[in-house]
């Protein structure tokens, strides 16, 4: 177990170093953020200065690892666009991000997961046939029209709640009404795969022999279904989960833009759009180390779940 | 079932007591969050119309264009125009307490010419400012290399604002402008909520508007926030559900849409911006001054005007319109008509000539096509290309469009690589953006037509550098038939500032009295009864 630890622990540092000289590279051949930010006010001369200035004019290769090593030092330098540091502007928008991605993820469990099971035990009933129209619904909905959807129903016709922003404190009603629109609108749509994949799962291991054996033993329907039959379908839920994590993130981005959430989502597209290098190398780097720790407890929760698996 | 309508009822309530609308406070939703709110480091259009309401320049401009004193009482130039001496006003507080005097104005000066990029016509390296005397606490003496005729609207701009001197000193660099700001303004800088949201409030002190404001403080409304609300759609929502009072954030495209709401008021209003084609003289076929005219003749502004802009924005003639200062009404009389028959006239007269039926003439076995670059990432200018191409095919040229995003567009454009580009630029002060546009030293990066002469070059330097108005009005009246008259550039379009507020904010009448509705009114003005 120690050594699986060690060894996905270890493979953390090539992801991640993987990750940030793809980003270095890409947004390094794709526009001048000095141009970007100064193009119709400074002549040509003034623009080379500035370039100077934020060390633009060195070659890439030199610019990446004095990022590098800056960043393990815990320095990840200084916005172009705002002039304030990077850790900074990550810490000020962190925060709302792993707000909505986790009541997200929440929306996510505690609608999929009753509704999953429900409608594999109870087959091809009322229930069953809407909720699978309604899975196949939320599943193909894009973020954007859903979250202007939910916007024109409950903001601008029913009044019920605020169109965009982020209020205060989330354990405060009058914080916690701008988080519900986006996060059901990101959380949603993965409850219809969620519901799909756990009755689809639901439905072959109730008809395992040991379900049977344990209905035989007269155990209790809940008994069964919770104890036994759920507890086996987890395994391809949090297989699942597992996966989706990075696109929660990616939805947030969405999400974000859409519902002016201040989270680190919108952060990154305001900084690509600027060309602001440090800035979206700062972001996809929190985010990438995100969605790798979150990968790594997903593994071990198999181990939580399922005794049989063993990681030497 | 009975519990569960109850608690629904509870709730409906609830909710509804939450959406109450706050009469003391004005809501303006934003498109874009500033950069920074430090006057002296932001470039940005968004970070100029919010730091305006915190800190203030020296001058200012009044209904005409005219520079008024706003921090002081008086200004005196000497006779060789080398020396000007400011008094400044007693008794206006900073929003720190500290009252305002000379020091500040030498350290915010000092600043302003160390930090700022858009420091280039005051510092004394291009001839401005080299010296700053205090001789007492309310006179400052500016001691200028070589005459600056325009210095006074450039000391109008918000840029060179007026900080206190001790705060700048005791303030670490990364909090100014961000989680500080210190200023004169009617309003104070109380929060900024990374990506949600900036809080001001009113400045109780603040007495000191210009005459033409009919409130000379302090600002009528108690709380002003700033919402950045950056995808239009949700802007929509926001003021069609009564969460924003104001705002200036809205694409032409929704104008209709809001205008047919009764709670909300739209108004437009000529700018200073100005979309414009340029024709790149480094390429051999549009080299030729009539191949340039054929474009000319072909182009039709209004269509482009109505389609891509929805009719919020007009037609121009001229590379400076009406909104900026130093517009030449004459141009609009040797601007190139639209008539394509005159273009197509054109191309035959110079041989080129669609003999296999195509559609696209051509000469010498050459094709007539050209490429179009301009940006992609919104969407008047993208429609604007298309526009474009379609006008240009009818009279026989192809034109192959290019969009890219704004930073790869310009390094296109500085490199050359396009025949012609549809650009914009915003400027409020003719002379240094023609200088900018067109001047030689321009050419390789912001004269997109890579073109000049020395006699245009003499007649920038001379609008802005002589001492007698008349001369300047006249050099600069030059430049723009100059400009106009050789077809590389062709002017567009002016797009228009729109606003939205609902009916119920008060302020609004008098803020439209003025041409470009300045920050500073809107701070004192607006307000809800």
Redesign the interface.
């Known amino acids: 177990m120690f050594q699986y630890i060690l060894r996905r622990t270890l493979l953390i540092i090539p992801i991640l170093l993987g990750v940030t000289i793809l980003v270095f590279s890409l947004m390094h051949i794709s526009g001048d953020p000095v141009k970007l930010t100064y193009g119709t006010n400074l002549t040509a001369d003034m623009l080379q200065q500035k370039r100077q200035e934020l060390g633009l004019d060195k070659p890439i290769v030199e610019q990446y690892f004095h990022w590098l090593i800056n960043a393990l030092h815990g320095d990840l330098g200084l916005s172009i666009r705002t002039h304030s540091g990077v850790i900074q502007l990550i810490n000020e928008r962190v925060w709302a991000t792993l707000e909505l991605t986790t009541i997200a993820l929440l929306i996510t469990l505690v609608v999929s997961i009753p509704a999953g099971i429900i409608s594999a035990v109870k087959r091809y009933t009322f229930f069953d046939q809407v909720a699978r129209i309604f899975a196949l619904f939320w599943v193909s909905m894009p973020y954007f029209w859903l979250g202007l959807i939910f916007m024109i129903i409950f903001s601008i016709n029913l009044k019920l709640l605020p169109v965009s922003g982020r209020g205060g404190a989330i354990w405060t009603w009058e914080g916690f009404k701008y988080l519900i629109l986006p996060s059901l609108t990101l959380g949603l749509p993965p409850a219809a795969l969620f519901m799909r994949m756990i009755r689809s799962n639901m439905l072959e291991i109730i008809n395992e022999d040991y379900v049977r054996t344990a209905r035989s033993k007269g155990l209790k329907e809940y008994t069964v279904v919770l104890k036994h039959a759920f507890r086996n379908a987890l395994i391809s839920v949090v297989t699942l989960l597992g996966l989706r994590i990075p696109w929660l993130f990616g939805g947030a981005v969405i999400t974000e833009t859409v519902f002016a959430w201040p989270g680190m989502g919108r952060l990154l597209v305001d900084s690509i759009m600027k060309r602001d290098y440090p800035v979206v190398q700062g972001v996809v780097l929190v985010i990438a180390i995100l969605v790798v720790i979150s990968n790594i407890i997903v593994d071990f929760a198999y181990a939580f779940l399922d005794p049989r698996i063993r990681y030497n | 079932m009975k519990k569960t309508i109850v608690f629904l009822l509870i709730f ?1 309530v ?3 007591f ?2 109450a609308a706050d009469n003391g406070k004005i809501i303006v939703g934003i498109g874009e ?1 500033p ?2 709110l ?1 006057p002296n ?1 932001t ?1 940005r259009f968004h970070s100029y119309m919010i730091l305006s309401h915190v800190v203030e320049p020296l001058f200012t401009l009044d209904k005409d264009y005219n520079v008024i004193p706003l921090l002081l009482e008086s200004y005196d130039w000497s006779d060789d125009g080398l020396k000007m001496t400011v008094n400044l006003k007693q008794g206006i507080k900073f929003h720190n307490g500290a009252e305002l005097t000379a020091v500040d104005v030498k350290a915010s000066y000092e600043r302003y010419f160390a930090m700022s ?2 420091a ?1 016509y005051l510092p004394a390296k291009n001839g401005g400012i080299y010296q700053i005397d205090t001789p007492d606490k309310y006179t400052v003496v500016f001691h200028f290399k070589t005459a600056k005729p325009l210095a006074l609207y450039h000391m109008a701009d918000a840029h060179v604002s007026i900080m206190p001197e001790e705060w700048l000193s005791n303030t670490e660099a ?1 909090k100014i402008g ?1 989680t500080e700001l210190i200023g004169t303004g009617p309003l104070q800088l109380d929060e900024w ?5 900036i809080v001001m409030s009113r400045f109780d002190d603040y007495n000191h508007a210009p005459d033409f404001i009919s409130n000379p403080g302090p600002a009528k409304s108690a709380q002003m926030i700033f ?5 239009d ?2 802007m929509m ?2 003021l ?4 924003v009072d104001f705002t200036f954030d809205v694409p032409p495209s929704s104008v209709k849409v809001l205008e047919s709401k009764p709670d909300l008021r739209v108004e437009t209003a000529p700018t200073y911006s100005v979309q414009y084609l340029a024709m790149n003289m480094q390429k051999s076929v549009i080299k030729d001054k009539d191949m340039r005219l054929a474009v000319a003749h072909a182009v039709n502004k209004e269509q482009i005007a109505k389609a891509a802009w929805f009719g919020v924005g007009k037609k121009i003639d001229g590379l400076i319109n009406k909104a900026t200062i130093g517009y030449w009404p004459g141009v609009k009389n040797i601007a190139y008509q639209y008539d394509p028959e005159i273009s197509k006239q054109i191309l035959s007269d110079l041989g080129w000539e669609d003999n296999d039926g195509d559609g696209i003439r051509e000469k010498d076995g050459q094709k007539l096509e050209l490429t179009l670059i301009t940006f992609s ?1 919104i969407d008047q200018w993208r429609k604007a290309g298309e526009i474009v191409q379609a006008q240009l095919a009818k009279i026989g040229i192809k034109i192959n469009l290019e969009t890219a ?4 567009t ?2 296109r454009a ?1 490199t050359g690589d396009y025949d012609i580009g549809i650009f ?3 400027w409020w002060l003719g002379q240094p953006y023609l200088r ?1 546009l067109v001047h030689s ?2 050419i ?3 004269n997109y037509g890579q073109w000049s002469t020395p006699e245009l070059d003499k007649n920038i330097e001379i609008a802005g550098s002589s001492m007698s108005l008349a001369e300047r009005t006249e050099a600069l009246n030059e430049v723009q038939k100059t400009v106009v008259e050789s077809g590389v550039w062709v002017p567009l379009v002016s797009n228009s500032n729109i606003f939205v507020a609902k009916d119920d904010v008060v302020g609004v009448d008098e803020m439209l009295t003025h041409p470009w509705w300045p920050p500073l009114m809107r701070a004192l003005l607006l307000h809800k009864e």
């Open positions: 409906l609830v909710l509804s939450s959406a969050e950069d920074t430090d480091q470039t990029p858009l280039n990364e961000r909520v990374s990506g949600d949201r919402r950045v609300v950056p995808e759609a949700t929502a926001e069609m559900a009564g969460n990432n995003e704004v930073g790869a310009y390094d500085e914009r630029n915003t900018f030293s321009g390789g990066s912001s």
